[in-house]
């Protein structure tokens, strides 16, 4: 066999492993989405979770998980982005010191987030006595978000070239004020892609929110909006199920009749909003685009 | 001549400004750290209490097969043997890395060598989405699909280890591959014009020259997916059968680490020899992780050279 038929066979095998990869990848998003829309309807959507019968629907579960997103976001944000700032313009950047924190943020983001949850419940579910509540599983899901987060803000920060901080500097503006008006303006579109991504994450998580955020949905009241009353939506002391959580729950220890249509609803919906959540991120990285090149 | 003095020798406004804005961004970092810290601390305090509190050797937990914490042996010894999942967790890690590394490279060469095209339009949005797709609805997708085709295929309940590997390995097979991706499109282009100048056919190139020259990003790739694949917890349960024995073939029902502790960390009251146990298994999980940690960085520092 000479060189140029192993060229040909290489090139078919390749082609063979290509085809395959996209055909699981392709059937499995095909699976979800086929077995899961035809179930999505505004009731399923709406209507509480059914513990024992059918018909019942994921929309306590629904509003969960965007209320833990928000206050996750609202926590680790502004943590990530003085963490991110510090290292990217304040930090001795040869420093062997940095050198060992950037490490420590590695490691955390590669705990697996069963660990992080276990964490979680062990300092504030029971020894802060914060109880299975919202509160627990959004500062549980900052731990998890935190390392991604502040390394997504730190590269945005990186990408602004240092001829606009020597401009702030020559304007007299100290480096605080360089920061404020002129790096993170220019890193917005690029940090908010990473704040979307690190969403899509948080929004799907369920291994760090069991024992965090708790794995039951009490009925909510959804004309009560003060935040220090038991049913209110608002409340953060309050156990509350995922979307996430509440598809592990029903497949593993379910007895609700519908439990597999229940789940390919919820896994459909889960799998839309990470694409929804993609889909907002390239957005923001086309603005991007654009200021950079300042084409239309 | 004192007021000119004092405006221009005392801190300014801005200066003040800076310093506040220094330390509150120090600050969040320095937070971050004690996250870290402290997690270590909770975990292995909690998790070696096992063997200075309760008393078990380690040598026992780690090598022991019989795992029901609420009991003793014959010798009045509790039963906390990890060995089943420990085991059941390593192979189902390994199994999945295998089957995922010729795929993972395969698709990559095919996006970034033979296909460019192709590969940016199709493959690189499919796998990016995927990278994304929450852990528990790849073991929804292994609960009703994967699980009853081993059940048809092999016989048995379908629950097992090779199920698990089966889960895992579509769900860090897009992770993996995007990563491969990386380190090939990170080859310099110079590399493969020299070997097409020498004569060497589109394979010999891709064979001899462009994977070795990736070697090393490959390989952090496949670490990468592998810590990931450990570290996972929802999916693995939900398809692995969650019985705590050794697995005598690949489709015998298992358990892995995390499977459970996930299961039981909420049945078992603090403080007691059970729940101990169960940390003991989650300190195992983070010093695995590390290792996977230290095995990326030093395969990193080694591609460097």
Partial sequence: MNAKQVDKIATGILYTIAGFVILVLLALLGYILVQGVPNLSWHFLTAPAE????????GIQLFNSFYLLILTMVISFPIALGAGIYLNEYANQK????????????????LPSVVVGLFGFLLFVVQLKLGFSLLSGAIALTFFNLPLLTRSVEESLRTIPNLQREAGSALGLSRFETIGHVILPAALPSI???????????????????YTAGQSAPALNFADWNPFNATSPLNVMR?????????????????????????????????????????????????????????? | ?????????????????????????????????????????????????????????????????????????????????????????????????????????????????????????????????????????????????????????????????????MVLFVMILPTVTSMTV????????????????????????????????????????????????????????MVVGNAALMPHNLMSPSATLTSILTQGIGNTVMGSLENNALWSLALILLLMSLVFNLVIRAIGKKGAM
Wanted: glycine share 10%; charged share 15%; with cysteine.
């Fill in chain 1, 95 to 110: 420093s062997k010191v940095i050198e060992v924190i950037r490490t420590m943020i590695e490691i955390l983001s590669s």
């Fill in chain 1, 51 to 58: 513990a024992f019968s059918a018909g019942g629907g994921i």
């Fill in chain 1, 192 to 210: 908010m892609t990473g704040v979307v991504l690190s969403a899509g994450r948080v929004f799907g998580e369920a291994a760090a929110l069991i």
């Fill in chain 2, 182 to 237: 990386d380190t090939l499109r990170a080859v310099p282009k110079r590399y493969r014009e020299a070997a097409l100048a020498l004569g060497a056919t589109r394979w010999q190139m891709i064979y001899k020259v462009i994977l070795r020259a990736a070697t090393p990003g490959i390989l952090t790739a496949i670490v990468f997916g592998m810590a990931r694949a450990f570290g996972e917890a929802l999916a693995v349960q």
């Fill in chain 2, 1 to 165: 001549m004192d007021e000119i003095q004092e405006a221009l020798t005392k801190t300014s406004k801005a200066t003040k400004k800076d310093r506040f804005g220094r330390s509150v961004s120090l600050l969040a970092l320095i937070l971050i750290l004690a996250v870290v810290i402290s997690i270590f601390w909770f975990v292995a305090s909690k998790g070696l209490a096992t063997f200075f509190k309760n008393h078990v050797s380690l040598w026992s937990f780690l090598t022991g097969t019989k795992w029901a914490p609420g009991q003793v042996d014959a010798h009045g010894k509790p039963l906390v043997g990890a060995a089943p999942m420990i085991v059941g967790s390593f192979l189902v890690t390994f199994l999945s890395a295998l089957i995922a590394t010729p795929f993972a490279v395969g698709t990559a060469v095919f996006m970034t060598e033979i296909s460019p095209k192709r590969g940016a339009k199709i493959l690189q949005p499919v796998t990016e989405l995927l990278v994304g797709i929450p852990s528990v609805v790849y073991g929804f997708v292994g609960l009703t699909v994967v699980v009853p085709a081993m059940r048809h295929l092999f016989g048995g309940s379908g629950f097992g280890v090779l199920a698990g590997s």
């Fill in chain 1, 239 to 296: 156990p509350a199920e995922t979307l996430a959580v509440h598809i592990w729950k029903i497949n593993s220890e379910g007895i609700m009749p519908d439990a597999a249509a229940v789940s390919a609803g919820a896994s459909a919906v889960l799998v839309i909003a990470v694409l929804l959540f993609n889909f907002c991120a390239r957005y923001f990285s086309k603005v991007l685009y654009r200021q950079l090149t300042s084409s239309k």
